[in-house]
Nanobody, 124 residues
Framework: QVQLVESGGGLVQPGGSLRLSCAAS????????IGWFRQAPGNEREGVAC????????YYSDSVKGRFTLTRDNAKNTIFLQMNNLNAEDTAVYYC?????????????????WGPGTQITVAS
């Protein structure tokens, strides 16, 4: 049973930083494309970052480019999302997702496996 679990969410002040983790079990992340998504109340799920399997190419949405960095630790079978200079618009539930395909996609419909999500609130 493929499982993903996010951690690292919480409350942070504007301008602060957080690092999210996405730990995988029962499968090897290296073979999967991984995406980070977020969803705020009343909004559609937005893909903010993804990493393509095999070559590790990363892609970011314009809203987070230059502030968020996705990295992959194959030894720990974990994906990280470093988030810097956070602002109120970053407040959302953050999800990681995986699919066994060679793609780099920020479309939720392209992913098969999802974690339960972790809440991030940016407020002073």
């Amino acid at each position: 049973q493929v499982q993903l679990v996010e951690s690292g969410g919480g409350l942070v002040q504007p301008g602060g930083s957080l690092r999210l983790s996405c730990a995988a079990s029962e499968f090897t992340l290296d073979y999967y494309a991984i995406g980070w998504f977020r969803q705020a109340p009343g909004n559609e799920r937005e893909g903010v970052a993804c990493v393509r399997s095999r070559d590790g190419s990363t892609y970011y949405s314009d809203s987070v480019k230059g502030r968020f960095t996705l990295t992959r630790d194959n030894a720990k079978n974990t994906i990280f999302l470093q988030m810097n200079n956070l602002n109120a618009e970053d407040t959302a539930v953050y999800y990681c997702a995986a699919v066994l395909r060679v793609i780099g996609s920020r479309l939720a419909q392209d992913y098969d496996y999802w974690g339960p999500g972790t809440q991030i609130t940016v407020a002073s």
